[in-house]
């Protein structure tokens, strides 16, 4: 049985699952070049046509149900605009109301999705994909779907938070023994992620970018802007209430003459307390359950850290692409996110030597990368399949040692990236507890990157090139038999030095969605000017004279 799963919002994607296996996942923006790029997923479709060959496709999901065909008619124009539009603007006002009026008038809600379904179904004929069955998914429901992947468990609380979708802000799912025993929904004027949003591109910040502000809010300081904030904010028994003053422009007043740290500062911490206040409420002290999280609220590494933190759960599961992009997802199971392209020697030899390129081919390349890491070199690393979601996981990543506390700096500026985020550690598993605390409930999660954790002692003296001002980490923690070769580099390298971490930063420079071809891992190569590129089995070291 072929499933085929479609997100064709502002982050657009394609998973292929033939009966319970994932053949693939992947975003369009990784072909397209165009960071978040939205609209309808032809290139994403199109490499899954290699996957899909002549079978039929026995049933497809498209995230989305309401308010979407408008935008799936003029896929082109819709496509074209920026994915970075600023959130405050009259364009996205009148996509969100259109939304919410579309999804709670049941006869337009009806022609609405009678349209989009021809407009898909018209799109899957062009391309020559067969089909039985189109269905539509509601986007809080697939997202909490995603979440429940990761983990099988028979008591839990799930909770999707994003700004909106099918005119929702949210959904809270609890259940206990195959049975939903509470839900709860949100509107999309009730929505956390939607002022948190906003907040950002008050500060210059764009649509994705969050995690800058959260980042940006360890070098704030407390002010009267938190209780400015936490007034808009409201929970009582498990409602969750946004006062939309926030939208207005003698609020937007208050926040002038306040520097953008304090303001990250009073955004973050007022966040995070009204989120932990919100969850609590559906949890007793006595009876622990796992806890399932997706939406792009989620991405939020420091709300993730504090309900860890808080000891509620048994275990605390991150979908690892949390934001709309991951609504394609469409498996029961997620075992690992190498799910994209991938590409053989014999393929990069050829285009090595097609561009004339001066390379070395290295048998037992880990072992070469780990000595020249211990060097102190920057090695970007493009090998297998390329990973699902925001993170790079060890398949199209940029690695360096742990031990120098200037590599913000300057690497950033390789990059073209702000000066202030951190860079994140990979470490190898059996050393987790020497690192981090707190990783009992997020082992699982961790492997993903989805979590910051407090850091040891040990890790901080050791490692401070990938230690946050506030003492934390966001760990990618490896196995063998997760990622082999990653794996094997950091095996290699504890041996030389000692250390069980590296620096892992995405492969890409700012703006830009993580490379997926060998052609685009050689072009950032350059631009960036890194040391060395271990590309498959071969090795390129960056000269002025290529």
Known sequence: MLTLGITDSHDASV???????????????????????????????????SFIQDRRIDKVYVAGRSGRAIFRIFNRLY?????????????????????????????????????????????????????????????????????RSGL????????????????????????RQGKITQERQYSHKNSLAHFYGSICAILGFKEGEEGKVMALA????????????????????????????????????????????????????????????FIRNFVSESNKPDLFLSGGFFANIKVTQLLNESGL??????????????????????????????????????????KRLVYSEEEGIE??????????????????????????????????????????????????????????PVTLFEFRNRCYKNVRAVEVTAKFMTVSLECTDEMKNISPGVIHIDGTARPQLVREEDNPSCYKILKE???????????????NMHNEPIVCSPEDAIATFYEAQLD???????LLKWNKVR
């Open 152 to 175: 099988s468990s028979d008591y839990f609380l799930a909770v999707s938070l994003d700004a909106y979708g099918d005119g929702k802000s949210g959904l809270v799912v609890e259940s």
């Open 532 to 538: 060395y590129l271990a590309i498959g089995r071969f």
């Open 493 to 507: 390298y504890h041996k030389i030095t000692g250390i069980p971490s590296l620096l892992n930063t995405s492969f």
């Open 15 to 49: 998973t292929l699952v033939e009966d319970e296996k994932v053949l693939l996942a992947v975003s369009e923006e990784r072909f397209t070049r165009n960071k978040m790029q939205q609209g309808f997923p032809f290139e994403a479709l199109r490499y899954a046509q």
């Open 218 to 277: 360890d070098y704030g300081k407390k002010s009267r802007l938190c209780e400015i904030f936490a007034a808009v904010l409201g929970v009582n028994s498990g409602n969750l209430k946004v006062n939309n003053v926030y939208r207005k422009k003698h609020f937007l007043k208050k926040i002038t003459g306040y520097s953008r740290e304090d303001v990250a500062y009073a955004l973050q911490v007022t966040t995070e307390e009204t989120v932990i206040k």
């Open 367 to 424: 072992k070469k990368i780990a000595s020249l890491l211990a060097q102190g070199k920057v090695v970007a690393r493009f090998n297998g399949r390329m990973e699902f979601g925001p993170r790079s996981l060890g398949n199209r990543s940029i690695l360096y040692r742990t031990d120098d506390p200037t590599v913000n700096n300057w690497l950033n500026m390789k990059l073209e990236r702000a000066e202030f985020m951190p860079f994140a």
């Open 313 to 354: 759960f048994e275990r605390i599961f991150v979908f690892p692409h949390m934001g709309d992009g991951g609504l394609s997802f469409v498996a029961n199971k997620l075992e690992n996110v190498y799910l994209g392209p991938e590409y053989s020697d014999e393929y990069i030899r050829g285009l090595l030597n097609a």
């Open 79 to 147: 496509s074209r605009t920026s994915a970075s539009k600023d959130i405050l603007s009259i364009y996205s006002r009148m996509a969100c109301g259109l939304e919410s009026l579309i999804a709670h008038t049941p006869w337009v809600r009806d022609i609405d999705c009678l349209l989009s379904a021809w407009v898909i179904k018209r799109r899957l004929k062009a391309m020559r994909i067969p089909y039985r069955l189109i269905e539509f998914s509601d986007h809080h429901r697939q997202h909490i779907l995603t979440a």
